[in-house]
């Protein structure tokens, strides 16, 4: 039996793939992500993140930097190496705002037949976009989809970045999603600590998909300051602590992870 998750993820019982594609459940089960110290959440006691996947875009992106300047809030914008060589600008601009970056490969293409070379050489084409467009040497890797298999999690800490998930999200790349479904998804429930997964660009989503995501940004900060709670940066987040995430432990649960069309 075959169970769809997300977008265009399956959930798959047994098989040889089971301790390889394991990691790949990490956003959806928390037990996993635990296991394999990968960072869903934050450590905060009142604030939450707001990450922006997908970008740079050219119309996108600035509109969601002047929502965020409007609120005074920061983000970390996880960006895809072939749009930040399109746009090198705006990688400059995400950095002189203040806001963090992350990698979120070079291509935006689930990992699912990558070997660690491949992945290596990708994540290293990315890295060398940031650092050709200006941009500070990012920290935090994310894939596309949020699909780890065990050897691409091994590659991307052997080159000195870390893995970065999310605890909830606005599903804002899908057509149907408004401004107010991406705020009350991205907020209904929300606690200190968590990360909240946006994205700056519809590069890989539904078209113009980053319009409703800039017009949710007020609503998600209304939502945030009524819980009681401020948007923060992983920076100010891990003040003196080091690295998010602690020690691997391994996988704990019989599954396996496969992608479908």
């Given at each position: 039996?075959?169970l769809?998750?997300?977008?265009?993820?399956?959930?798959?019982?047994?098989?040889?793939?089971?301790v390889?594609?394991?990691?790949?459940l990490?956003?959806?089960?928390?037990?996993?992500?635990?296991?394999?110290?990968?960072?869903?959440?934050?450590?905060?006691?009142?604030g939450?993140l707001?990450?922006?996947?997908?970008?740079?875009?050219?119309?996108?992106?600035?509109a969601?930097?002047?929502?965020?300047?409007?609120?005074?809030?920061?983000?970390?914008?996880?960006?895809?190496?072939?749009?930040?060589?399109?746009?090198?600008?705006?990688v400059?601009?995400?950095?002189?705002?203040?806001?963090?970056?992350?990698?979120?490969?070079?291509?935006?293409?689930?990992?699912?037949?990558?070997?660690?070379?491949?992945l290596?050489?990708?994540t290293?084409?990315?890295?060398?976009?940031?650092?050709?467009?200006?941009?500070?040497?990012?920290?935090?890797?994310?894939?596309?989809?949020?699909?780890?298999?065990?050897?691409?999690?091994?590659?991307?800490?052997?080159?000195?970045?870390?893995?970065?998930?999310?605890?909830?999200?606005?599903?804002?790349?899908?057509?149907?999603?408004?401004?107010?479904?991406?705020?009350?998804?991205?907020?209904?429930?929300?606690?200190?600590?968590?990360?909240?997964l946006?994205?700056?660009?519809?590069?890989?989503?539904?078209?113009?998909?980053?319009?409703?995501?800039?017009?949710?940004l007020?609503?998600?900060?209304?939502?945030?300051?009524?819980?009681?709670?401020?948007?923060?940066?992983?920076?100010?987040?891990?003040?003196?602590?080091?690295?998010?995430?602690?020690p691997?432990?391994?996988?704990?649960?019989?599954?396996?992870?496969?992608?479908?069309?």
């Amino acid at each position: 039996m075959v169970l769809t998750i997300g977008r265009g993820l399956a959930l798959a019982a047994g098989g040889a793939a089971v301790v390889q594609w394991t990691p790949a459940l990490a956003a959806h089960v928390p037990r996993l992500a635990t296991a394999f110290a990968i960072p869903r959440t934050i450590p905060s006691k009142r604030g939450v993140l707001l990450s922006f996947d997908d970008g740079p875009h050219r119309q996108g992106t600035p509109a969601v930097l002047a929502g965020l300047a409007r609120a005074g809030a920061p983000a970390v914008f996880f960006v895809v190496g072939e749009q930040v060589v399109r746009y090198p600008e705006l990688v400059r601009e995400i950095a002189a705002a203040g806001h963090e970056i992350g990698v979120h490969g070079y291509r935006h293409q689930t990992r699912r037949e990558w070997t660690r070379g491949l992945l290596a050489g990708d994540t290293r084409r990315a890295l060398d976009a940031v650092h050709e467009a200006g941009g500070p040497r990012p920290r935090f890797y994310r894939p596309p989809h949020g699909v780890f298999s065990l050897g691409g999690l091994r590659c991307v800490r052997s080159l000195g970045l870390e893995p970065l998930l999310w605890s909830r999200w606005g599903r804002d790349w899908e057509g149907r999603a408004t401004a107010a479904s991406i705020a009350e998804r991205a907020t209904t429930g929300v606690r200190a600590g968590d990360v909240v997964l946006l994205h700056d660009a519809d590069h890989y989503g539904a078209a113009g998909s980053w319009q409703k995501t800039a017009a949710a940004l007020p609503r998600i900060f209304d939502q945030i300051a009524a819980a009681g709670l401020e948007a923060t940066s992983v920076r100010d987040a891990t003040e003196n602590r080091g690295r998010l995430g602690g020690p691997i432990r391994g996988p704990q649960s019989p599954v396996a992870l496969a992608v479908v069309p």
